[in-house]
């Protein structure tokens, strides 16, 4: 067996702009690979440049159908689009279902189109981190957009969404009466609210009910720096798609020098810290199973100890 | 202002059968409030005698209405039984939409009936902790079953509806040509899959998929303890609602004293510490903001530090 190219060999092809070597990078990302961290950690602080698009909205909301017009809008201007799209995992495969996906397969010929598929692993956590790597590797890849696709339900799925340039929520008309958006608590996270399948004849209804809901949020507070539009689109007719790009980019350049955008990045930057500390504690813990720690969750299955005083064990030990 | 009751003397009368305690006790797990945590700890090791049930299953797929029927054929054996509901928050109000709860209402009035829901509050974290810290005083008050419904999709969601004695998992026909339970990522996590609405025509085809998906999953593997069986309801026939209780309570008593149930419990037991972990990191971090730790941000903002060292160093501070 030959012996693994090293990552910092796959960075710099990558640089050279290999696209297998790109792939393989992300997957290094994703896996974890020890490896892989000085890299990653190159990568980091090279990136900065590409916009940053998160992408939710609840199931059924025609988001991925949508991500694709997009793709093909933003080509338009010969810009390099990516697309992380966070799946759930096929538990039988181990890997993420096509589905949605495979509509996309008219872009995969593209060169200046990149689309991963990353799936959630069910409870092995990392999620955030392996995405917003992902990201990284793409802006020093040199795309453009990269937008990041997330279910818009699940804690995890919402912050991964959330920590971007700009967050659209997606909501669709016909399913249910409610507010998708503010049943699934996102209301709050968008930027910019798209009503899709606006061909549809109860398209209206969703469309003023959001815009409802924003006036009333609106009128709780003081005129804010980004108005929050909703932006009606259909991937059937192309009806809004051009003006939603537009939209995104009005989202960047008005924040970007400016105090909030600036505040929105030490967010971002606030949260990648905590879930990469929260993946490094997880893969401490995993590694010192079955030493002193599997006695610490023995001792807290059996109750003779808490999960509180257990954790505050764990914490202090973290650093050795 | 009085000053507040202590959380040990809301233990004890609590445990005198005071139900405004218990509801008090929750409240103060929810929000991790740091003078309740010797009660905590207390209430922790007097638990694990109540039967804790996961009840999981995509937006849409009837879970709430099934819990209330659950409820009702449980109480008719005069158990006492808990519902922790977890939610989607309102962005406005700070609290759950009450939504599907509202049809519970005529079991509020049973004193041997208990229901709480629980918002995901967005960003803070901490969902896991709080249901099952939860789980552990309406167990310690007497509840002898205690279900917790979470929404199948998210990662944290799925995690704690795992997090139980026994998880069911729910599906609905007529959402869609797949298995729900499969797309969402699911279907491996359930020891009992419940297809709802089995009065609809079309649910025999959703059950028909299912079986032939667990049967392709069973031809992989040795002949298991359990086999994880497929029970049809209806909330509107009140079909399969007697058997699936059955269905339940023999999966308990299968697993309790068994190698594998143990085994479950270490599970649920390494997953508690590490969770309380994470939180107990995220309190920190987010205590320390303003100081020092302010500054690691904003390195990791201007690129300056990766986020992979920055957490390195959080951890090794964890401690301090």
Not at 107 to 132: C, K, Q
Not at 251 to 260: E, Y
């Amino acid at each position: 067996m030959p012996s693994p190219v090293a990552s910092m060999e796959l960075l710099a092809r990558m640089r050279r702009g290999d696209a297998v070597a790109l792939g393989r990078l992300i997957s290094r990302a994703e896996a974890g690979v020890e490896e892989a961290r000085a890299a990653l950690a190159e990568v980091y602080k090279a990136s900065g440049r590409a916009h940053i698009v998160g992408i939710t909205g609840v199931p059924g909301s025609g988001k991925s159908t949508l991500v694709s017009k997009l793709v093909q809008q933003v080509r338009r201007d010969n810009r390099r689009v990516a697309v992380i799209a966070i799946d759930p995992s096929s538990p039988f495969s181990g890997g993420a279902i096509l589905g949605d996906r495979i509509r996309m397969s008219e872009l995969v010929l593209d060169p200046g189109v990149f689309i991963r598929s990353m799936a959630t692993h069910g409870s092995t956590g990392g999620l955030a981190h392996a995405a917003l790597a992902a990201a990284d590797i793409l802006d020093v890849s040199g795309f453009d957009m990269i937008m990041i696709e997330t279910v818009g339900v699940g804690q995890d799925e919402v912050e991964i969404a959330r920590a971007s340039h700009t967050t659209v929520v997606v909501s669709a008309p016909g399913l249910g009466d409610d507010v998708q958006a503010l049943k699934a608590g996102i209301l709050e996270i968008a930027d910019i609210h798209v009503v899709s399948k606006c061909d549809r004849p109860d398209a209206n209804r969703t469309i003023t009910d959001l815009k409802s809901m924003l006036a009333l949020a609106a009128s709780l507070g003081e005129k804010p720096v980004w108005q929050v539009p909703v932006v009606a689109t259909s991937s059937e007719t192309g009806q809004g798609i051009g003006e939603l790009v537009a939209t995104i980019d009005e989202h960047r350049s008005v924040h970007q020098g400016h105090p909030l955008g600036k505040e929105r990045l030490r967010h971002i930057a606030e949260y990648r810290a905590l879930k990469t500390a929260e993946d490094l504690l997880r893969s401490r813990f995993a590694a010192s199973r079955g030493t002193r720690l599997a006695e610490l969750v023995e001792r807290i299955s059996r109750r003779e100890l808490d999960p509180f005083a257990a954790a505050e064990t764990l914490l202090n030990n973290a650093a050795i």
